[in-house]
C-alpha cells in the first residue's frame, strides 16, 4: 500500500498541476498567416480533400496518433467500482505515459454509464477520432464483450490492456525466469489465480506460447472442463484450454507440485509462507495484484520462491502493463495494424524480454525498466518482420 507520506504528495502534486494532461497544437507562436490554412478559408480545401478520399485522413489530420482511454470505472486499479469521475486520475496518467513513452496522443474518455450497449455505441460513435481505442479498467467479463462486438465492427484495433497488455509483460518476465532457473515453458505447472481479463489474457497468451500444463483458479476453486458452477463463455473456454487432466480443488491444492505462480486475483495476502512450500523447487512468484500483492516478496522468498515480482512500483522487477502499452501502441499505429492478434503479442512479449541480455539478467532483474529506450526499437523490429498490414 502506498504510503501516507507518498499520498499527500500525489494529493498535493494533482492539486497543484490541476490535471496532469493538456492539448496543445503543433505549431507554436501561431501567426495570422497560418491562421488562414490551419482554419478557415484554408481548412475547407483539406476537408474536401478527406471527403473525395476517405484513406487521407490517415494523412492529413491527427487521427493515426490519437487513442482514446475508455473506462466505465467498474474495476479501477485495486479500488473496484469507483465511477468515471474517480477514475479519471488514472486515465490522465496513462495518457501520460503513452505520451512520454510512445509519442502517443490519447485522451481519457470517462463514460457515466455502465451499460454494455451504451459503452459500445458511444466507441462505435467516437471512432472517427481515433487510430485506436484503449479499454480500461471495465469489470469483466463485459470488457471483454465489449472488446469482442467493437472486434468486429470496428475498422480500427481495439487494445484491452488488462488483457493484452498484461499478458505480454507476464509471458516476458516468464521466459527470462525460465532462463534464470534452467526450466521449459512446455513441461513447468503454472497456476494462475483469477478468472477475468488479466487471468484469462495470461493463459490464452500461455497456450499460444507452447505452454502445456497451466491450471486456472476463482473464488470457487479449479476451473476444469464441465464445471457448472460461477461460469461464464470465458471461464468456459479456459476449461477447455487448460487442466487438461480436469484437476479438482482449491487454489492451495493447485499449488502443490507448481514451477509458477501467477496472481491477478485482486486480492491480498492470497498466498502463506506454507503454500509456497508446497510448491517445486525454485518456484516462480509473480503476485502481480495492485497495490497489495497476493503475498509479500519478503515472506515469498523466506519460504523459497527463487524468483518473486509484483505489479509496483515498491519492489523489484516490476512486472506492469505500463511497460507494454506505449511501446505496442506505437507499432500498432505505425503499421496501421488493425487487429490484435496472438502472433502480435507473441512477437512483443519476446521482444520485451530479449531487451534483458544475458548478461543484465538476475533474479531481481527479469524485465527491462519502462526507461529503456532498446524495447521500443526491438518491438518494431520484431512486428515488422510480421509483414502485418
Not at 217 to 237: C, F, H, L, P, V
Amino acid at each position: 500500500m502506498i504510503s501516507d507520506q507518498n499520498s499527500k504528495k500525489a494529493l498535493a502534486l494533482h492539486k497543484k498541476l490541476k490535471g496532469k494532461i493538456i492539448v496543445t497544437g503543433k505549431i507554436k507562436n501561431l501567426r495570422s498567416s497560418e491562421i488562414k490554412l490551419i482554419y478557415t478559408p484554408g481548412v475547407a480545401a483539406v476537408c474536401k480533400e478527406i471527403y473525395h478520399h476517405p484513406e487521407k485522413k490517415y494523412t492529413l489530420t491527427s487521427k493515426g496518433n490519437n487513442v482514446a482511454i475508455v473506462t466505465d470505472g467498474t474495476r479501477i486499479l485495486g479500488l473496484g467500482n469507483i465511477g468515471p469521475y474517480a477514475a479519471l486520475p488514472v486515465m490522465e496518467g496513462k495518457a501520460v505515459l503513452y505520451q512520454e513513452f510512445g509519442g502517443v496522443s490519447a485522451f481519457p474518455i470517462c463514460l457515466d454509464t455502465i451499460k454494455k450497449d451504451e459503452i459500445i455505441a458511444t466507441i462505435k460513435a467516437i471512432e472517427p477520432v481515433f487510430g485506436a481505442i484503449n479499454l480500461e479498467d471495465i469489470e469483466s467479463p463485459k470488457v471483454m464483450e465489449i472488446s469482442d462486438e467493437l472486434e468486429k465492427s470496428l475498422p480500427i484495433p481495439i487494445f484491452h490492456d488488462d488483457r493484452h497488455g498484461t499478458s505480454v509483460v507476464v509471458l516476458s518476465a516468464l521466459l527470462n525466469s525460465l532462463k534464470l532457473t534452467k526450466k521449459q515453458l512446455s513441461t513447468i505447472r503454472v497456476v494462475v489465480a483469477g478468472a477475468g481479463s488479466a487471468g484469462y489474457g495470461i493463459c490464452k497468451l500461455l497456450v499460444a506460447s507452447g505452454c502445456k500444463n497451466i491450471l486456472v483458479t476463482d473464488s470457487d476453486g479449479i476451473i476444469y472442463k464441465g464445471r457448472t458452477a460461477n461460469m461464464n463463455k470465458y471461464k468456459k473456454e479456459l476449461g477447455d484450454i487448460t487442466n487438461s487432466k480436469k484437476e479438482k480443488g482449491s487454489l492451495c491444492d493447485a499449488l502443490k507440485n507448481a514451477d509458477v505462480f501467477i496472481g491477478v486475483s485482486g486480492k491480498k495476502n492470497l498466498l502463506t509462507f506454507k503454500i509456497i512450500k508446497t510448491m517445486n523447487r525454485d518456484p516462480i512468484v509473480f503476485a502481480l495484484t495492485n497495490p497489495d500483492p497476493e503475498i509479500k516478496p519478503d515472506i515469498a522468498k523466506a519460504a523459497g520462491a527463487k524468483i518473486v515480482a509484483t505489479g509496483s512500483y515498491l519492489y523489484p522487477n516490476k512486472v506492469n502493463n505500463a511497460l507494454v502499452f506505449p511501446h505496442l501502441m506505437r507499432a500498432i499505429l505505425d503499421k496501421r495494424i488493425n487487429k490484435i492478434t496472438m502472433k502480435l503479442l507473441l512477437v512483443t512479449a519476446m521482444a520485451i524480454a530479449k531487451t534483458v541480455s544475458n548478461r543484465e539478467l538476475h533474479y531481481e532483474h527479469i524485465i527491462p525498466s519502462m526507461y529503456d529506450k532498446r524495447i521500443q526499437k526491438n518491438i518494431i523490429t520484431a512486428i515488422s518482420k510480421l509483414h502485418l498490414k
